[in-house]
């Protein structure tokens, strides 16, 4: 699918095989809060007096002011502001500005981005809209300065891989599980450079939750694109969303993959990721009765409404564990309103959980630092040394069902053990 | 600044291992101006890194090198590093550096070459890094002209800033 992508978009209108260099076309640009780089600080200091002279397309760039909402700090409130006066400054239409939440959820949330569609982004994982059929993947901000100004950019033609799923949903989220297992067995750039193609019978039953999660963490994988078909859900998903026409990708029958791996979840144990790389993953049982001193829940990866769900449905009638810090961050308005109206929240609240605004916060060190040989168990994207402030502190990745299990029993444990209803 | 892959660079090696993340090259959440950034990069993996790096050394790493954020090299850069020289790279990370012009090169098989502290020639215009101490050597990847042409002037916003004024005069 990404020479189809690639070949369509590119501005010869030659047909381009992997590993060709291509200039090409673009359908969308999401820059998020770091906007004012690209758009001013940037292009001022390569000769650009006055900051970038427009943008190509004001209808095609979409800024939201995610990561640091409300304002974490002086710095970044001036930060923020200096986005608002850019996007002002060239007219850009698509601004989501005083809404806490991820860029990433809330372009899927606001039908910013459709199947078959090119985009780029201000961020690694601009690559989340593969779950809804869409080529996207991060840039730095020098090649965001570029597309800005043209709405073109150079790409070389990454191979494909195709990852194929089988087996049957559980009535509680795997996508997590299926990533971490994926990298701990293939190693974490198994997809290095490459456009992973999910497949396989499982696909058809993930949500739309589930497959942002593995498109999202196709990134940790190495991956330059991470797209899923387009089928029933995507459609039902967009529908009102947005309204414009749009074109879906498919693999040809006679596509040429790089690699194929397959997967039965239905035979796939409860994994964790341990400190400092994403792909130093094991079996949960292999950790079980390390002392957690803070969960947490959220992220581009796991801050969606399924993940908040299990979360509440696990500790409906349970307490999260004295002295554990049980912190759980929506990725958008969105996703929160619904977790208040469906009373998640409440549930989550009386168990002893901390819900804290939409946002990266907890992703980063910015909400809920670690202190010197903490541990934290997280389903979040990232576990690397000091991703949460101390380098002396542990973070062990999981999906939200492994997170909720380790905030009750206070330990790392067998998410079977604490939820025998599951 | 332009950098001129025709130029041949010799220096001391500092070797990492395998998916080096930018959270330690870069490490912004925490230290957030270019001047703390300098005292703490990659003090994640080697402690002493930021104190002893001198101009001219050559950092030698395996595989998935910059793996996680949009971040690119140039605290690498601002320490003195004159070559990045690694197994793979991560896209984004290969990609950062190319649009700001750092010299970033794919080795396969660097790490058998080269142990840390030993001096390393990267010859790019003979597509090749050598230990002049062994004389073992590995092939470089050679860029694509396109490439070539953004490391010739200086990064892609120099690039934007001449197609730009080219397309403005016509
Ligand atoms: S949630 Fe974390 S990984 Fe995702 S965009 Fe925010 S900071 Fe990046």
């Given at each position: ?6 070949s369509?978009?590119?501005l010869?209108?030659?047909?381009v095989k992997?590993?060709?260099?291509v ?6 640009l999401?820059?998020h809060?770091?906007a004012?780089d690209?758009?001013y ?6 000769g ?6 427009r943008?190509w397309?004001?209808e095609?760039?979409f800024v939201?002011v995610d990561?640091?909402?409300p304002?974490?700090s002086?710095?970044l409130?001036?930060?923020n ?5 850019e ?5 850009i239409k ?6 806490p939440?991820i860029?990433?959820?809330?372009v899927?949330d606001y039908?910013?981005v459709r ?8 961020d690694?994982h601009?690559?989340s809209y593969?779950a809804?059929?869409?080529g996207s993947?991060?840039f730095s901000?020098?090649d965001i ?11 070389q033609v990454?191979?494909s ?5 089988n087996?049957?949903q559980?009535?509680?989220p795997?996508?997590k ?8 067995k293939y190693?974490e ?10 497949s396989?019978s ?5 949500s739309?939750?589930s ?8 990134v ?5 694109y991470?797209?899923?078909?387009c089928?029933?859900k ?10 414009k ?6 693999p040809?029958?006679n ?5 194929e791996?397959?997967?039965d979840v239905d035979?796939?144990?409860f994994?964790?990721a ?11 049982n292999?950790v079980v009765?390390?002392k957690?001193?803070q ?14 769900e299990i979360?509440a449905?696990?500790l409906?009638?349970?307490r999260v564990a004295k002295g554990v ?16 109206k469906?009373?998640?929240v409440?549930t989550l609240l ?5 819900v ?6 907890i992703c ?8 010197d040989?903490?541990?934290c168990i ?5 576990n690397?040394k000091?991703?949460?402030?101390s ?6 990745l999981?999906g ?6 380790a905030?009750v029993a ?5 998410p079977?053990?604490v939820?025998?209803?599951? | 600044m332009s ?8 220096g001391?090696?500092?070797k ?5 993340d930018?959270?330690?090259i870069?490490?912004?959440y925490l230290y ?10 990659m003090e994640?993996y080697?402690p ?18 910059g ?8 605290v ?7 070559a ?7 896209r ?5 550096n190319?649009?700001r ?8 098989g660097?790490t ?15 597509v090749?890094?050598r230990n ?7 092939a470089?990847?050679?860029?694509p002209?396109l ?6 002037a ?6 934007a800033?001449?197609?730009y004024?080219a397309?403005?005069?016509?």
């Open positions: 699918m990404a020479e189809k992508l690639l369509q978009h590119n010869t209108g030659e047909t992997a590993g060709d260099f200039e090409a076309r673009i359908d969308g999401m820059c809060y770091h004012w690209p758009m600080d940037m292009p001022a200091e390569f650009f007096t006055g900051g970038l002279p943008v397309d004001r095609r760039v939201l990561h640091h909402q304002a974490l002086q710095k409130a001036d930060e502001a200096r986005t608002r006066r996007v002002n400054r060239l007219g698509c601004f989501y500005d005083a809404e939440g860029a990433h959820q809330m899927a039908g910013l199947p078959g569609e090119l985009v780029v982004g201000l690694s601009t690559i593969g809804l059929n869409v993947t991060g901000r020098a300065l570029y597309a800005l100004l043209f709405g073109e950019l150079w790409f990454p191979p891989i195709k990852v194929i799923l087996g049957y559980p009535n509680y795997i996508a599980d299926i990533i971490l297992y994926l990298a701990g190693g750039d198994f997809a290095g450079s490459m456009s992973i193609e999910y396989g499982l696909v058809s039953q993930l739309i939750d497959r942002m999660c593995l498109s999202a963490h196709g940790e994988v190495g991956a330059k991470a797209i899923f078909p089928d029933g995507t459609r039902d998903f967009l529908k009102g969303r947005t309204d026409p749009y074109e879906p990708l498919t040809d029958a596509a040429v993959y790089e690699k791996i397959t997967l035979n796939m144990p994994v964790v341990k400190p400092n790389q994403f792909g130093n993953v094991c079996p949960v292999d009765g390390i957690v001193d969960a947490q829940i959220g992220s581009c990866a796991n801050g969606r409404y399924e993940d908040i979360a449905r696990a409906k009638g349970r810090r049980f912190i759980i961050s929506p990725a958008s308005q969105q996703v929160y309103l619904r977790s208040v469906d009373g998640l409440e009386e168990a002893g959980a901390q804290v605004t939409p946002g990266c916060g980063q060190p910015k909400v809920g630092f670690l202190s040989g903490e541990v997280s389903a979040t994207t990232r690397y000091g991703r949460k402030g380098l002396n502190a542990d973070i062990y999981g939200p069902l492994t997170v909720t299990a905030a206070g330990k790392i444990v067998n079977k053990e939820f025998n209803e599951l | 950098f001129d892959l025709n130029r041949l660079i010799r001391r090696v500092w990492f291992g395998d998916s080096i930018t959270d330690s870069n490490p912004y957030p101006t270019m001047e703390e950034l300098k005292k703490h990069t994640a080697r002493e890194f930021p104190k002893e790096v001198k101009p001219g050394d050559i950092l030698v790493a395996g595989r998935n090198f793996c996680g954020s949009s971040r690119p090299g140039l690498l850069r601002e320490v003195g590093i004159a990045i020289v690694v197994e793979t790279a991560s984004l990370f290969l990609r950062n190319i649009a012009a750092i010299p970033i090169f794919m080795a396969p660097i058998g070459i080269v142990n840390d502290g030993d001096v390393l020639e990267v010859d790019y215009p003979k090749v890094a002049p101490a062994t004389g073992a050597s590995v470089l990847r050679k860029f002209s490439i070539e042409r953004i490391f010739k200086g990064g892609l916003p120099h690039v800033r001449e197609r004024i397309e403005a005069g016509r």
